[in-house]
């Protein structure tokens, strides 16, 4: 992790540090040769062509993404969490749907690798 990144997720003393730590390692036990920076204040992951990010909102944590319509697929399976277009707002007290994460991630930093549906397997 670069320090840039320390710094940020460190900057939240609430229950949201441990959420957004807990997506930046999934995201870098995926992708470790990720690019990783700061760019519009949140956490850049990026793999040609794709990318994925990560914020800090009031409530918790926002996974940002171009995955349109695998998030659409995410909120069919699980309209509890919110959506937005392109992004997944989690709150703290979210269980985190940990392989359907990881499938949108995927689909997000590897752009027509995979299909836009949750599956039990990828």
């Given at each position: 992790?670069?320090?840039?990144?320390?710094?940020?997720?460190?900057?939240?003393t609430?229950?949201r540090?441990?959420v957004?730590?807990y997506?930046?390692?999934?995201?870098?036990?995926?992708?470790?040769?990720?690019?990783?920076?700061?760019?519009?204040?949140?956490?850049?992951?990026?793999?040609?062509?794709?990318?994925v990010?990560?914020?800090?909102?009031?409530?918790?944590?926002?996974?940002?993404s171009?995955?349109?319509?695998?998030?659409?697929?995410?909120k069919?399976?699980?309209?509890a969490?919110?959506?937005?277009?392109?992004c997944?707002?989690?709150?703290t007290?979210?269980?985190?749907?940990?392989?359907?994460?990881?499938?949108?991630?995927?689909?997000?930093?590897?752009?027509?690798?995979?299909?836009?549906?949750?599956?039990?397997?990828?």
């Open positions: 992790m670069t320090a840039e990144f320390r710094d940020y997720i460190d900057a939240a609430d229950d540090k441990k957004i730590l997506l930046h390692e999934t995201i870098l036990r995926l992708y470790p040769e990720a690019e990783q920076k700061i760019s519009y204040h949140i956490l850049m992951h990026k793999l040609k062509p794709g990318w990010g990560l914020g800090y909102w009031k409530g918790g944590v926002t996974l940002y171009e995955a349109i319509p695998m998030i659409a697929e995410f069919r399976k699980h309209p969490i919110k959506t937005g277009k392109g997944i707002n989690f709150k007290a979210d269980a985190l749907p940990l392989q359907d994460i990881e499938q949108v991630i995927r689909y997000a930093m590897e752009p027509g690798k995979y299909p836009a549906v949750l599956t039990a397997e990828v």
